[in-house]
């Protein structure tokens, strides 16, 4: 695995000026049967035009949380009790139902993982390709499929013109993937969140995805928000990084540095046990146990549990997401200690 | 689409066939024939002769041959209360009870999908449990206590509304479709509100959200269409079923269909009327299964092309 | 990789479930749920009472149903003539109540037994074709579409005429017509649970076909199939009650609440709780079983019992600013 972000087109003039999307201290509570839980806890990141930012963290983390409450698109038991989500010079979470609608496209626009069941088995194509322009440009159905069989094209998609009548079970896996893509940068959103786009598909399609999704957000000069578990992509593909941990950022900062000098040890822990990174022989090293039901998240540090580094100190105190220079921060009582391992 | 079809019109044809053959195993298998289609008041020469005249002293196949020729041809022989011909007399009532299960079923339909995604859009507010509950209710009347209680109060108590007949405006429609509504309703209000749940919770209900689209046009446009399915299948059992209210509603408020004739006829024991009756429902349902199988595949791409086993 | 395959939304029904271990490991006892369930539980109440009045009821009352006094014809409901005359009397004089009750017998009488056939021989043909796959699966199957696409009020109307109305003879059709519905959910639950893994198991021991359709799927079909006769009590009970009202069904001297309410129809403007009335027990019987079987459905389901247990205010909480 190469550590080094080599694609990224770490512009240091996009990183200034106003992020096409500004998430602070966002958090959502999930109403279960027993009772109300923290699922996404004072998350905060930011994105500029042009950049990629990945979401990383385990099943549950609250990393599809995060992604679906900055969309609108929670579930009726989660909701979302406090922060912000600027994005298109506004306060998203203010917004009234219609306002927020009108951004769901242009501005914020998200991929999700199983094509699958994400696109309407008894529609063509065409037409939910199309759907977008008919909603945002008003558009006729005629001109719609036009934009749709363009855009077919663009993604790659042999023959869109007669593929465009095609019903979602009609393409393999990987086309349809393409289509949801395509679907979701119809209208060049400012900000494109993709939440796992690729996990449901081949390794080799996988890099095809990967390699599209970079070259629509290169033309279009999107904010590209990766919500991943894999940290080989997030290493390939992302500027920043995101860790989440139990629904709280443990780690946050460039990619290259967070990777090359992890400051959290669960970050650590996660690193350490990529395969290549490991001695031979040695028994592959994981972050030993598994994370904690939401309902039973201790007072302390939510990675206490687990952590090789815990004291009493954890136990007591949570630690706050704390600069660690450059552009860094971590949530650790002891990431200096870290830092000169 | 046309291999689809023939396989369904051939399966939809077996119960028609059973139909067929079971009439003619229970008119002449199950006792003497005679007792079926002549008064018990009948002489011992009268039966003879009608034994004689219909072929009833003939083997057993040839009856068949010959019952199979009379149903091809529509012949089922004479009414034993007017002498007019059995055929003539159903097709006569028939018109009468469609139009009576053409507009009920539209109205069910339409208010089912309207009430039940209504109720699913939010499940279990406080719209959905009312909806739910009398959707249950309305399916657990019975018909014709509820066409009973329509003429007791619409009818005899206010006097807004005729208690029996066709002849007149509108308002004649009101009770019967009403009575004969209110099961279908009650069922399908239940089906479209379960479909929908799962339609609206399904990821394309998501994406479609996602690209901005209206939530009128997020549930009718995205999610309607799918939950149409199982719908459909429900709505096509309650139109057969529909022929049992039809019975009811026909005979309380002296509608001039099949059912009230199909009633006539067992209190009067005129078998030829009741066996042609019979027949006929049976071809229209044969007919309504095939429609239903086309509706499916003009809706659903993935039906159109399976060919199934 | 440590991380595992994270579906959007299968991370939060992970968290929806890691709070209900709890109810899940040990299911809260069924009279404890239902007691939560204050429709439900009146439903079971309600049901309980209607069989118990058929069962001791005529006990009681004695030849209430069937004693004539032309003098006390057509008597409103009144408080003034003791329990008989509690609900009025009909054209010759016999106590609505008494006959309510009697006819609640002849009712059940009809409906139990018409359901527990169909339920037992619908259940045992479909767990065996389902079982078994294949041409055996095929022809139940059709047999079944064919019982199903024909109107069952039509079939009882032409076996009825052709023999004799009598009690046997409506729950024999009765019993007939519903067979396909279990048929249908017994086969799907089998076909589904044949291929699992202890089922397999079975079969290598040798274990017949019925003795593992016995011990292995039966108790995993029987909750669903329990949810279905509940229901279709209803419909078997609604069906006995049009028959009966139509002439076809019970006929005079016995008593059920279909025929009382055909009995009562001539006098709908001079006493209208002769009709009114046996509708009324119908409705009020029938809700109820649709409402339990809606509860046993959820209740017999895992992965929906849950809800039941949750405090009511919770049930379906929305959030309409952030959720469209």
Redesign the interface.
């Given at each position: 695995m190469n550590p080094l972000p080599s694609t990224a087109t770490a512009d240091p003039e996009a990183a200034t000026g106003e992020p096409a999307l500004a998430v602070e201290n966002l958090t959502v509570d999930?109403?279960?049967?027993?009772?109300t839980?923290r699922?996404v806890d004072e998350v905060s990141f930011a994105v500029h035009k042009g950049r990629t930012l990945a979401l990383l963290?385990?099943?549950?983390?609250?990393?599809?949380?995060t992604?679906?409450?900055i969309?609108?698109?929670?579930?009726?038991?989660?909701?979302?009790v406090g922060g912000s989500v600027r994005a298109g010079g506004k306060d998203v979470?203010t917004l009234s139902?219609p306002a927020?609608?009108?951004?769901?496209?242009?501005v914020?626009?998200?991929v999700?993982?199983?094509a699958l069941?994400?696109?309407?088995?008894?529609?063509?194509v065409g037409r939910q390709l199309g759907?977008?322009f008919r909603?945002?440009h008003g558009l006729s159905r005629r001109q719609a499929k036009e934009k749709a069989i363009e855009l077919m094209r663009i993604v790659g998609i042999p023959e869109p013109r007669a593929r465009a009548r095609s019903?979602p079970?009609q393409f393999s896996g990987g086309m349809r993937q393409r289509l949801?893509i395509a679907?979701?940068v119809?209208l060049a959103p400012d900000v494109l969140l993709a939440?796992?786009p690729t996990?449901a598909l081949d390794v080799t399609v996988q890099a095809q995805i990967m390699q599209l999704l970079r070259d629509l957000q290169v033309e279009r000069d999107m904010a590209v928000v990766l919500i991943t578990?894999?940290?080989a992509v997030v290493a390939e593909r992302a500027d920043d990084v995101v860790v989440m941990y139990a629904g709280n950022v443990v780690e946050t900062g460039p990619v290259r540095e967070v990777f090359g000098n992890p400051r959290h040890p669960y970050t650590r822990?996660?690193l350490d046990?990529?395969p290549e990174r490991a001695e031979k022989g040695s028994p592959l090293p994981?972050?030993a146990g598994s994370p904690p039901?939401?309902?039973k998240i201790p007072p302390g540090c939510v990675f206490q549990a687990r952590c090789p580094l815990a004291r009493e100190r954890c136990a007591e105190e949570r630690p706050a997401l704390t600069a660690t220079g450059s552009g860094r921060a971590a949530a650790c009582h002891f990431s200096e200690e870290l830092a000169s391992v | 689409m046309t291999t689809f079809l023939r396989k369904r019109i051939v399966s939809s044809a077996i119960p028609l066939v059973v139909v067929v053959l079971g009439v003619f195993v229970l008119a002449r298998l199950t006792g003497n024939p005679v007792d079926l289609y002549l008064p018990l008041s009948a002489t011992p020469e009268q039966r003879a002769a009608f034994s004689a005249a219909n072929g009833f002293d003939q083997p057993i196949l040839v009856q068949l041959w010959d019952y199979l020729g009379q149903v091809v041809q529509l012949d089922f022989g004479e009414s034993l209360r007017t002498g007019q011909s059995a055929g003539e007399m159903v097709l006569e009532a028939f018109p009468a009870t469609l139009q009576l299960a053409a507009v009920t079923m539209l109205i069910a339909i339409v208010g089912a999908v309207l009430i039940g995604s209504l109720a699913a859009y939010r499940p279990n507010s406080l719209a959905d449990r009312t909806s739910s509950f009398l959707s249950m209710t309305a399916a657990s009347i019975p018909d014709f206590w509820f066409a009973i209680m329509g003429v007791l109060v619409f009818g005899v108590s206010l006097g807004i509304l005729p208690t029996s007949g066709v002849v007149g405006g509108p308002e004649v429609w009101v009770l019967p479709i009403a009575t004969l509504l209110i099961r279908p309703f009650g069922v399908l209000v239940q089906v479209v509100r379960g479909s929908m749940v799962a339609a609206l919770s399904a990821p394309y209900v998501k994406v479609a959200r996602s690209k901005g689209a209206s939530e009128p046009r997020v549930v009718f446009g995205h999610a309607l269409r799918n939950a149409t399915m199982p719908v459909l299948t429900v709505a096509g059992d309650l139109t057969i079923g529909l022929v049992n209210g039809a019975v009811v509603v026909e005979t309380i408020f002296g509608w001039p269909g099949i059912g009230k004739l199909m009633i006539d006829s067992i209190l009067q024991r005129d078998f030829a009327v009741l066996q042609a009756a019979v027949l006929l429902t049976a071809v229209t349902i044969f007919v309504l299964n095939i429609l239903i199988d086309v509706c499916y595949a003009l809706l659903d791409a993935r039906v159109r092309q399976a060919v199934p086993a | 990789m440590t991380a595992t395959l994270d579906k959007p939304d299968g991370s939060k029904d992970g968290k929806k479930n890691k709070g209900v271990p709890a109810v899940a490991s040990r299911p809260p006892r069924w009279w404890l749920l239902l007691g939560r369930d204050t429709m439900a539980a009146v439903a079971a109440v309600v049901l309980g009472l209607v069989l118990l009045t058929a069962l001791i009821g005529p006990l009681l009352l004695g030849d209430a149903a069937v004693r004539q006094d032309l003098s006390a014809s057509l008597r409103p409901p009144s408080f003034d003539h003791g329990i008989t005359g509690l609900l009025g009397t009909d054209i010759l004089g016999r106590s609505v109540l008494a006959r309510l009750v009697e006819a609640a017998g002849t009712t059940l009488s009809v409906a139990i037994p018409a359901v527990l056939c169909s339920l037992f021989i619908g259940s045992a043909v479909g767990m065996w074709a389902g079982f078994h796959g294949g041409r055996r699966e095929n022809i139940a199957m059709r047999v079944a579409d064919v019982i199903l696409s024909f109107p069952s009020l039509l079939l009882a109307v032409v076996v009825l005429y052709v023999f004799e109305p009598s009690v046997a003879n409506i729950v024999l059709i009765l019993a007939v017509a519903r067979i396909p519905i279990y048929l249908r959910t017994a086969r799907a639950e089998a076909a589904e649970l044949k291929s699992r893994l202890f089922v397999d198991a079975a079969r290598t021991f040798g274990t017949t076909s019925w003795a593992t359709i016995y011990r292995h799927i039966l108790p995993i079909a029987l909750p669903t199939l329990l949810t279905v006769a509940t229901l279709d009590f209803c419909f078997v009970m609604l069906t006995e009650s049009s028959l009966s009202f139509l002439g076809i069904g019970i006929q005079p001297p016995d008593v059920s609440w279909g025929l009382m309410v055909a009995q009562g129809r001539q006098f709908l403007q001079t006493a209208w709780w002769i009709a009114v009335l046996p509708g009324v027990a119908i409705v009020i019987t029938t809700v109820s079983a649709t409402i339990l079987a809606a509860w046993v459905r959820l209740a017999t389901d895992p992965a929906q019992r849950w809800r039941l247990t949750l405090p009511k205010n919770k049930r379906g909480k929305r959030t309409p600013e952030v959720s469209a």
């Open positions: 999930l109403h279960t049967p027993t009772g839980v699922a963290g385990e099943s549950g983390c609250g990393k599809s949380m992604a679906l409450s969309v609108g698109l929670l579930d009726p038991v989660a909701e979302v979470l139902r927020r609608k009108k951004l769901a496209g242009p914020l626009s998200i999700f993982q199983d069941t994400a696109l309407n088995p008894v529609q063509p759907e977008p909603i945002h019903y079970h949801l679907m979701a119809a939440d796992e996990t578990h894999d940290l822990g996660l046990s990529v994981a972050v039901e939401l309902s | - | -």
